[in-house]
């Protein structure tokens, strides 16, 4: 049976594991038993996929990603290279904790910058966008635009990854896509695309 995705031959992918058709998979990396990666993943360089993982379509990992079980990454989600994900909140060595994984939730589009460390239990709102080396402790807004360490919220994004620049009236102008985004509440949204 040929198989619908691609993996290079340094890769290994373990009994068990279900990859969706047009996905790449490169050098070193190992994809674990009970993973779920979706359609047209791009899989980087010395990339760990853990028991349970779901990856939805699309979603891009770049080199250098451990991505441990208990970690949901919805479609469109981008993990940057060397970013971190944690399960455990108080890790010991020499105490297993292997039956107290917390999940973390990445919501579609989603990026997470490169070496940005994600503290597990959290949630990652749509279309946010975490810097580069930030260390993200609490749940993330949708759209959110989160820097720094501690991560704190600074601005907004829009889907096209475009920092949003809100009027008086709480309408900003997405230059790229142009679309229009409304602030209400403490919350974005997209209006309509003109």
């Not at 969706?20 to 490169?26: A, S, V």
């Not at 399960?87 to 939730?105: A, C, D, H, W």
């Not at 930030?134 to 990854?161: E, F, R």
Request: glycine share 12%.
């Amino acid at each position: 049976m040929k198989k619908e995705y691609f993996v290079h031959e340094s890769s290994v992918i373990d009994e068990g594991a279900i990859i969706g058709k047009g996905t790449k998979i490169w050098h070193f990396s190992h994809i674990m038993t009970g993973s779920k990666i979706g359609n047209n993943c791009n899989i980087g360089q010395n990339v760990v996929v853990s028991p349970d993982v779901i990856l939805g379509q699309n979603v891009k990992v770049q080199n250098n990603v451990s991505i441990y079980t208990g970690v949901i990454c919805e479609d469109d989600v981008f993990l940057g290279p060397s970013m971190v994900f944690t399960n455990i909140i108080n890790p010991r060595s020499s105490i297993v904790r292997k039956g107290e994984y917390i999940k973390t939730l990445v919501k579609k589009g989603a990026t997470i910058g490169a070496n940005a460390t994600i503290i597990c239990g959290i949630s990652i709102g749509s279309y946010s966008f975490i810097g580069a080396g930030a260390v993200v402790t609490k749940d993330v807004q949708p759209h959110s635009l989160v820097l720094g360490n501690p991560g704190k919220h600074i601005g907004w994004m829009s889907h096209w990854g475009q920092r949003l620049n809100f009027d008086s009236n709480g309408f900003a102008l997405c230059s790229e896509s142009k679309e229009i985004y409304i602030l209400k509440a403490g919350k974005v949204s997209k209006v309509t695309k003109s």
